[in-house]
Structures are given as structure tokens and as C-alpha cells.
């Protein structure tokens, strides 16, 4: 049996799809197993040896490029099932003629809890298990709990000198998902004397002889290696959070605006989250805001630097 995979963005959503992948391989060796994504989150598959082909394609790919690109690569799939359910990938149902399946993706729940509160209990499934779903009614399985479907990853070993470093992701998606006392908890390592890492995509300043400030410099295999290399990663809700896990780093994350509600909490071994837990207006946002609403950003301030030590000294060794 041959089935497609498709998961197009974003990068902590792109990786949770890689421990169903491997859990579904493990029960059914004889499985043929692709994938499709954009171009630019392909590197999460790179050396998976549970992925026969990756399929990519470019997020700024017109319509007829995509439709060309479906005709030419997505026609000889027993099942193609929909990890992203957005109208690019269902479109697939209409264009192919393998079996297509959509995982159920609760956006209007979400919704209404974050406006009413309601449906609290029902979604705090993580996403790995709502990915699982759509493979467990056809494959006939049972429920594997949730460390059987940790996501995985494999560095290609790109730096050599960073298994005695600690690494700091102080950037989010939203401003809201950033805690403001990053500089001051990177201070207070420096003075332990740790060699602490800072990655992310933007930059970031800060400048010390026992820091490496790779913002603004990796590419997303270089900081797999990065991470994976670490003794503990202290991060927000964000991409590289997801990436510790799947590298098996001790993973901290700084939860402000969102909650477990929306099913992407590290609720793996070996990591937890810091949080302001009870206050009223959390959460604010499905996905965080450039803005606190209520002009008070209390979920991150009430986060002091010493709460993240004494997290953060649970793993660092």
C-alpha cells in the first residue's frame, strides 16, 4: 500500500506529523510512506528512514503550477491523508483518485473557547493524537500514548563543539508569545559561566564571549544541530520548541496568551511549561497577538527570571 502524507506549514505543526509517521511504519513495515510539503519545511524530513519520498512544493506557487504539480506527482496513492485541511490540500480529494482522509481540526472550537470557555475538556488532545486519528480508522488501531508519537527529527551533525551549551529561542510568531526578560535570564546564565546559544530567525542583541548569537545566521538544518547538541533548550511557544522535542533536548517553554486547550503543549518527557495559571484572560488568541488586549501583558510579566532558573536548572545538567 502506498499512501501521501500532507502537512504544508507551519514548522512545530510540520514536525508533530513525524512520530505518527514513524509509529505508523514501525506497525506496518510493508507501508510505502510520502509526504508533501513546501519547499522550505522539507529539511524535517532529511534522513527520516520512515519516509520513502518527499514531495515539495514552493508556497508561492501559482494555481496552475499546483495543479500541474498534482497531476505529474500525486496519481498512484492508495490514501492521501490531510494533516493541514486547508483548501490547497483538499483540493487533493477532488484531483486524485486515492482515498482521501482529513484530520479533524477544531479551528471553531477553539474559537469559541477562547470567546466562551466552551469545549475546555475536548480540546486539550494534542495534536499528535488529532493527527493519529484519520491512520487509526483505517489501519484498525489502537490508541498509542502520546510518547509513542513524540516527533522526530535527524541532524546531519553540522557543528561539533556545542554538547556543553545551553540554548535560548526568544522569538515567536506573535508578540504576545515572547517573554520581554530574555536578555536578563541570558545575564544571569552568562554569570554562572554557562556557553549559552541564541538562535531565531531574526536578530537578536547580545554579546558576550560564552555566547554564540546565531539569529539571523542558521538555516533550519543548522539549528536542529544546534538544539539537538543542547543540554536544554529554553524557548517559547513556538517551531524550535517543537524541534527540542523531536531532537529529545529538556525542553522549558514560556506559555503566555496560549494554552493546552489548543493542543500543541510539549507534554513529552523530559519537558515542561511555565505558565501564569488562572488568570482571567488567558487565553486571548488561537494563535497570540502583536498586542496584550487588555494592555496589562501580565500571562508573560508575571513570569519572573527566577521562576525560569529554577525550571530551567530541573534539566540543564
Not at 486539550?124 to 484498525?140: L, T
Not at 501564569?276 to 501580565?298: A, M, Q, T, W
Request: some cysteine; proline content about 5%.
Amino acid at each position: 500500500m502506498k499512501i501521501l502524507i500532507v502537512r504544508f506549514s507551519s514548522l512545530g505543526d510540520v514536525i508533530l506529523t513525524t512520530g505518527v509517521i514513524k509509529y505508523l511504519k514501525t506497525a506496518f513495515p510493508e507501508l510505502t510512506i510520502d509526504v508533501l510539503t513546501y519547499t522550505h519545511f522539507s529539511g524535517v524530513f532529511l534522513k527520516n528512514p520512515y519516509i520513502n519520498k518527499v514531495l515539495q512544493i514552493d508556497k508561492k506557487s501559482g494555481l496552475r503550477k499546483y495543479f500541474n504539480f498534482i497531476q505529474k506527482n500525486i496519481n498512484d496513492y492508495d490514501h492521501i491523508f490531510d494533516l493541514h485541511a486547508k483548501l490547497s490540500s483538499m483540493i487533493l480529494r477532488i484531483f486524485t483518485p486515492a482515498r482521501y482522509h482529513k484530520y479533524k481540526k477544531d479551528s471553531l472550537k477553539r474559537r469559541l473557547f477562547v470567546k466562551y470557555g466552551k469545549f475546555a475538556g475536548s480540546l486539550q488532545e494534542h495534536v499528535v493524537h488529532r493527527y493519529f486519528k484519520p491512520f487509526q480508522k483505517i489501519f484498525d488501531m489502537n490508541t498509542p500514548i502520546v510518547e509513542e508519537l513524540r516527533p522526530v527529527i535527524y541532524p546531519n551533525n553540522l557543528y561539533g563543539n556545542l554538547s556543553d551549551t545551553l540554548t535560548v529561542h526568544p522569538f515567536a510568531s506573535k508578540k504576545t508569545k515572547e517573554w520581554p526578560y530574555f536578555t536578563e535570564f541570558i545575564d544571569e546564565l552568562v554569570k554562572r559561566g554557562e556557553k549559552v546559544n541564541i538562535i531565531g530567525s531574526s536578530y537578536f542583541e547580545y554579546n558576550h564571549e560564552n555566547v554564540n548569537n546565531f539569529t539571523g545566521k542558521t538555516d533550519l538544518e543548522e539549528m536542529f544541530d544546534i538544539i539537538k547538541q543542547s543540554r536544554c533548550l529554553v524557548t517559547t511557544d513556538s517551531g524550535p520548541m517543537h524541534v527540542g522535542i523531536a531532537a529529545r533536548t529538556p525542553v522549558v517553554a514560556i506559555f503566555g496568551p496560549t494554552t493546552k486547550e489548543f493542543g500543541f503543549y510539549p507534554v513529552f518527557n523530559n519537558s515542561s511549561v511555565l505558565e501564569i495559571d488562572g488568570l482571567y484572560c488567558r487565553p486571548c488568541h488561537v494563535h497570540g497577538s502583536d498586542n496584550c488586549p487588555e494592555k496589562h501583558f501580565r500571562c508573560m510579566k508575571e513570569i519572573s527570571v527566577d521562576m525560569v532558573l529554577e525550571k530551567f536548572d530541573l534539566y540543564k545538567d
